[in-house]
């Protein structure tokens, strides 16, 4: 499966308050109707708390 584009991710997560744990933005990413790349991606990052959209995409794009 191809990785998702920075922009479909954060799209995913608009509207997140940061500082955000991994299993609150897998959480917010299902309530969005995110698609199976994007939650893909989420579920594989590191569990730790990510501090802003730059952070989860920059995790995203090692993973």
Do not use: C, F, W
Request: net charge negative.
């Amino acid at each position: 499966m191809a990785n998702p584009s920075p922009i479909d991710i954060q799209k995913a997560l608009g509207g997140i308050d940061y500082p955000v744990s991994k299993d609150d933005l897998v959480k917010h990413a299902e309530g969005s109707g995110a698609g199976d790349d994007v939650m893909e991606t989420l579920r594989g990052l590191p569990d730790r708390e990510y501090d802003s959209p730059t952070d989860v995409n920059k995790e995203a794009s090692n993973s």
